[in-house]
């Protein structure tokens, strides 16, 4: 899987497995705007846990090109797998 394939496939989980009270819930916590798919922390886990399984092999500089690229996203729950 290539860098770009595992952004799309770790966002469409995310997208899957968005709610909107959640991400309501988020908007109310924080007072600075913020950008949340709306999916709950254990589910963000998830999510992580399957893009490692598949980015763990990848060398130093593939990772940090997926990681760079959640980042700069800035959306809350691509943050936290960073």
Known sequence: MTVPELLEATRARLRDAARREVAEGMRGFFHEPIQPYGVA???VREVARLAYRELKA???AQRDRFMTALWKSGRME???IV
Request: proline letters at 22%.
């Open 58 to 60: 990848w060398p130093v």
């Open 78 to 80: 691509e943050g936290s």
């Open 41 to 43: 922390a254990p589910q």
